[in-house]
């Protein structure tokens, strides 16, 4: 697995260039990032200079948002669609082979007839992303506030989202899977060795407080090895499923960060060492 | 349009040889059935007796039922597939090119997860129907009462059927259209004139009390013309949309008719004849 | 039927403008039309002056081009594909609402083989057309010479393309009739009006000269009216299948017309009138 | 990845039962057999009989054949689907995930579209098969003188199949690899390593004679080790590119085996033995 990193819970960089430099000094092999970011990216590279950047760096861009609002009106997501395509494009030619999205795990839309829409939306975002060798991971949402923070319940967990997964129908679509969310939906490691290796696309870790789980926030999130999570063993259960991916950081928390990102940088290194080590991952 | 019958609200036939002759009789050109009788049918009458029987009556036999329980578990689920493949077969043979089901308004499991298990399970049947040149209609279902009936709130109205649709994604799926849902759901004639004809797979009529919509049940409908439905503008809005299919009677009872079918059928043809008459259809 | 017109065999107008009005004052309907055309359209008129000036002229804009090279190399397919959400996105704005391709008859690529990469291809194509409410039209080529223009057989006539349109299994996909391309085929107007008016997606037509079939060259054709093709019976087949969409004419020659546009609008106006009068067309 | 059995080469086996005792004596751990011999094992044993006695040999069925006619006439394609719920029923009852079919490389049809014809036959199968969690493993097939032994070319090398695989466009269908077809058509083992895990659904080894390539015979093949190919090299690629599945032995010949079954397993239980440690495979 590559040791990645988004930028969550690190606070704002100037540019891509600086993201990847930081990465790359403190051992991460991996970037998530956004579309825009990729293509302001090759705006001031060049393809070519953006790919030897990464190259230079030993980094690999694994991951890229959806840039789609598929979750709202039917003109916002045709509005929208020019921009994935200009996006994918882009995230193909600098290597990236994964976009992601979460899922909100409830809605002001009626809950069946959004499932339907939905169905439809994300299929024609996978249909898109797979003319570029792009997959699409979707990330269920595990927070139990979150469940009730729109009129309707929507969906949360491993099963309801393989459900959608096989709703959509499309061969490149697949999980995003965070840790804090397995967590906060009671998700076993032993459920996620039964997956196999194509049903993951990307993968997430952070932590959690030591508090009763349904009081869990999702923007209160830990930096990995702080909190309760189990890890090791959740990569340990990763890597029994086939996982030979990327797990990126991503560490969302209600304020930015007061302390300095290389102070950051350093005790995520520390702890990916220690998880992985300790998951029996070199 | 071809004037077709169900057996509902007509009482119990021998086999459906008796069920076509009565039909033709009486000026009926077409009917809805199950798909065990047609299996009966073929195996009494060969396939080619089958078809000369039909022809010999000007009868078409224009939709049988989905014989798939697809609103339960996975496991009945694929148990009943076998049943589809047969049975779209001797659809085939006789001639038969829709298969219906209808979608109740509410379920006990999950909402947003049963509709994405219901859209790829549908999905599957629609392929293997495909392959016989059967389409499948979606049949809302508007009553008030059956919104609650169980747990949670599923779908009952026209554009949450059309998403439904969408979402299954297959071209051979579209509306199977009841007067008795549309009234029940405020739905307007001038909506259907915007239907286009490929949307509507199969179209059914029955009649409705004259008590506040909210308080009509399913199972008490009436026959055509004995209600307060505008069946000659449902009909006249139809054939806007450009639909040239069968409108089969459909009348729902809580109890066996008591009458003697002959009566029910003289009643219902010159129900038919006026409403066609007033509709503009020959 | 909409009288609608493409520019072939009229010679080139200043801007889409021009073209508009004079269809207008010819007593045409609809237009065909290039993706890039339409694009400029708005960028002049802006979304509610371009709508407004076709409004005004009373023509639809009924057809556009695929603007994506799906016959040649995958990168520039995937080149291709932002163009085709931008102009499906203009298109949307503009009402138009079908989307059309030519497959050529010969291929230098492996049938087999191309075949599978086409039905990939196009499949994409319409998915993206689907988000926006347009349908895609696939053009068999039915002169002869060009079933050799090019190292390996590829398909030309109805059945190939239905089948094609069946590999591709897409709902939203469909035919471009063209009557030349019937008359090289062979093809009867009895198999016409078996169709479903759902496959037919657009409709052209233009004539043959009286020479033998075999000898027809693609871009050697003549007005309507000119030459040997039964247009009326064309025409009242269609009707019969259910099509009530716009027929364009399409005059591909070899050499720019010599006459001025007002003569051969003039002359396709008469042609159109007694065609569709003797097909029993309004 | 587990030591597989094909019948191929070895002669008949009174049924399945004595099959699975040999398998299982002679150290192999998977066999691959036909939906009907499946069909005849549940019935003789009943579901929880056949279960429990493929257990105590130790053994999985890991691959049927397709049990449907997709080359031929679209009646005979419809009247075998019936038989492919059936089979994929029992399939499922005793753990079968994996069900082949071969590509002749030519055909009497036009070459494109029958295509076009195969891709929507085999993407039904694998719908079908989908709900039975049975992925569809497709086989190309290498040697050159089927390439002319019909009228027109299809397709036979790995770049071709995968171009079908994503024109059929369903998740579960991948590649069945056959090393006398890799072999036949030049493949590198380095081609092999680029796959990833999930296009392949299952594996076949044999051996070829020492020959020029183009003059081998698709039913003169040898046992594993008697021959000129790199099987080992041929694994190694296999493991590289993720691969866990079985590797089956499959021996086509013209004529049946004279030697005892009993000599002829023992030799294949050696070759695999010396190729699996070659290759660095348990």
Redesign the interface.
């Given at each position: 697995m590559l040791k990645g990193l988004t930028s969550a819970g690190l606070g704002e960089f100037k540019d891509i260039n600086s993201f990847i430099k930081l990465a790359s000094r403190y051992g991460f092999q991996a970037i998530d990032t956004d579309s825009e970011a990729i293509k302001c990216f090759i705006e001031s590279e060049g393809t070519a200079g953006a790919k030897l950047f990464l190259q230079e760096h030993h980094i690999e861009i694994v991951a890229m948002n959806l840039p789609v609002e598929w979750r709202e009106s039917e003109e916002q997501?045709?509005?929208d669609?020019?921009k994935?395509?200009?996006a994918a494009?882009s995230a193909?030619d600098v290597g990236c082979k994964a976009c992601t999205t979460y899922i909100l795990p409830s809605t002001d839309y009626?809950?069946?007839?959004?499932?339907?829409?939905a169905?439809?939306r994300l299929?024609?975002c996978a249909?898109?992303l797979?003319?570029?060798g792009i997959r699409l991971g979707l990330e269920f949402v595990g927070p139990h506030h979150l469940r009730t923070a729109w009129k309707?319940?929507?969906?949360w967990d491993l099963?309801?989202t393989l459900?959608?997964i096989?709703?959509i129908?499309?061969?490149n679509v697949g999980l995003l899977i965070d840790a804090y969310h397995c967590y906060t939906t009671n998700l076993s490691n032993e459920s996620l060795t039964k997956l196999?290796?194509?049903q993951i696309v990307h993968v997430h870790i952070n932590d959690a407080k030591d508090i009763p789980v349904h009081e869990l926030l999702d923007n209160d999130r830990l930096f990995p090895g702080e909190g309760v999570i189990d890890l090791s063993g959740f990569l340990r259960a990763l890597k029994a499923a086939?996982y030979?991916g990327a797990v990126s950081q991503e560490v969302l928390t209600a304020t930015a960060p007061t302390e300095p990102i290389e102070g950051l940088l350093e005790k995520s290194q520390k702890a990916y060492t220690t998880i992985f080590k300790k998951a029996g991952l070199e």
């Open positions: 997501f045709r509005n669609l020019p994935l395509v200009e494009k193909f009626h809950s069946a007839q959004f499932m339907a829409v169905t439809r299929r024609t249909q898109i797979h003319n570029y309707n319940p929507f969906i099963q309801q459900d959608f096989e709703a129908g499309e061969k196999s290796a194509d086939g030979k």
